[in-house]
């Protein structure tokens, strides 16, 4: 049976969200003194599996205090709206380029169809329910939030969007980093430890920024980050020397591509430097599985490396 829940100490619960497949996209869940939050929030198809877990828990609806969408990138933040309905006392804390968003969700969803097209987003995301803009609360560079004594720090971290924080936990010495530390999945594991890569999906890639954002992560000495794909990651010092090394070589790669064929000679490119590396890493996954699981971020990465490319030019 796979694992769906997994219960990470400090008060922190990791929930499988089930975007796509098991294993790739999760949320969490922070109690503290009897109140609690949600960071990140999967799709509307994840809010009643949320709902039901803090019944089990012993929670209330109106215990939670606070939803915190990384970004409003769906995966992330489509859910916001639903949960938003279902717990009477809670606040959305977003960011400060990403709130009209929430408030209005047109233009995402719009944005999301172009990327997904229509059946495929109707599977992925379902309706999207405006949040009440008396309920939001837009969190900048260093904005400080108190869960019930908790204090949660909010740094601002484009590279990935511009619409992008993450969240430092003091109490876990922990960093909830949405897409910012990159994506890694639990089936790569192996011996020499996780694979990880930038997600450089369409249209904010700025990889500048990103490495600006992963020094701003990295001073304050984490000892662990939470991953929204995939649950947590320990050993950050190790993992952000990867995945700085990833976000060069995959702008270096674009950047020598054949302009003829582009997307498909940028696919190429991230296939074979996929592979390497988790043969590097000696993933248990074979070549052919490996592939299958990376194809939608394959091709994601391949349009956002595109999409910067000629935003340059």
Same mark, same amino acid.
């Given at each position: 049976?796979?694992?769906?829940?997994?219960?990470?100490?400090?008060?922190?619960?990791?929930?499988?969200?089930?975007?796509?497949?098991?294993?790739? @996209?999760?949320?969490?869940?922070?109690?503290?003194?009897?109140?609690?939050?949600?960071?990140?929030?999967?799709?509307?198809?994840?809010?009643?599996?949320?709902?039901?877990?803090?019944?089990?828990?012993?929670?209330?609806?109106?215990?939670?205090?606070?939803?915190?969408?990384?970004?409003?990138?769906?995966?992330?933040?489509?859910?916001?709206?639903?949960?938003?309905?279902?717990?009477?006392?809670?606040?959305?804390? %977003?960011?400060?380029?990403?709130?009209?968003?929430?408030?209005?969700?047109?233009?995402?969803?719009?944005? @999301?169809?172009?990327?997904?097209?229509?059946?495929?987003?109707?599977?992925?995301?379902?309706?999207?329910?405006?949040?009440?803009?008396?309920?939001? %609360?837009?969190?900048?560079?260093?904005?400080?939030?108190?869960?019930?004594?908790?204090?949660?720090?909010? %740094?601002?971290?484009?590279?990935?969007?511009?619409?992008?924080?993450?969240?430092?936990?003091?109490?876990?010495?922990?960093?909830?980093?949405?897409?910012?530390?990159?994506?890694?999945?639990?089936?790569?594991?192996?011996?020499?430890?996780?694979?990880?890569?930038?997600?450089?999906?369409?249209?904010?890639?700025?990889?500048?920024?990103?490495?600006?954002?992963?020094?701003?992560?990295?001073?304050?000495?984490?000892?662990?980050?939470?991953?929204?794909?995939?649950?947590?990651?320990?050993?950050?010092?190790?993992?952000?020397?990867?995945?700085?090394?990833?976000?060069?070589?995959?702008?270096?790669?674009?950047?020598?591509?054949?302009?003829?064929?582009?997307?498909?000679?940028?696919?190429?490119?991230?296939?074979?430097?996929?592979?390497?590396?988790?043969?590097?890493?000696?993933?248990?996954?074979?070549?052919?599985?490996?592939?299958?699981?990376?194809?939608?971020?394959?091709?994601?990465?391949?349009?956002?490396?595109?999409?910067?490319?000629?935003?340059?030019?």
């Amino acid at each position: 049976m796979t694992q769906l829940i997994f219960e990470l100490g400090h008060g922190i619960t990791c929930i499988d969200t089930l975007y796509v497949r098991p294993g790739v @996209a999760s949320c969490y869940l922070i109690e503290h003194n009897g109140k609690a939050a949600f960071i990140d929030t999967g799709t509307t198809y994840t809010t009643p599996r949320l709902l039901d877990l803090l019944a089990e828990k012993g929670l209330t609806r109106e215990d939670v205090e606070y939803i915190i969408p990384t970004h409003v990138h769906l995966d992330h933040a489509g859910g916001a709206g639903t949960l938003i309905e279902a717990l009477p006392n809670a606040k959305l804390v %977003i960011h400060p380029r990403g709130a009209r968003h929430m408030i209005d969700p047109t233009k995402l969803v719009a944005g @999301a169809k172009v990327v997904y097209g229509e059946e495929a987003f109707d599977k992925l995301y379902g309706e999207l329910v405006a949040v009440p803009a008396e309920r939001v %609360i837009e969190a900048g560079d260093n904005f400080k939030l108190s869960l019930n004594g908790r204090e949660l720090l909010f %740094i601002d971290t484009p590279g990935h969007a511009r619409h992008h924080f993450c969240i430092y936990d003091a109490l876990s010495e922990g960093i909830f980093s949405g897409d910012t530390f990159g994506l890694s999945y639990r089936e790569f594991d192996g011996p020499e430890g996780p694979f990880i890569f930038p997600p450089t999906t369409p249209v904010q890639f700025d990889p500048v920024a990103w490495h600006h954002s992963l020094d701003k992560m990295m001073a304050l000495k984490p000892k662990r980050i939470y991953l929204t794909h995939f649950c947590m990651v320990e050993n950050p010092l190790e993992l952000v020397t990867q995945l700085r090394a990833r976000i060069d070589e995959y702008t270096g790669l674009a950047e020598a591509a054949d302009k003829e064929n582009l997307y498909q000679n940028i696919v190429h490119g991230l296939e074979n430097s996929m592979l390497a590396q988790l043969e590097k890493q000696k993933s248990p996954t074979t070549k052919k599985e490996a592939l299958e699981i990376l194809k939608i971020d394959i091709d994601l990465n391949a349009q956002g490396l595109q999409v910067w490319l000629e935003s340059r030019e």
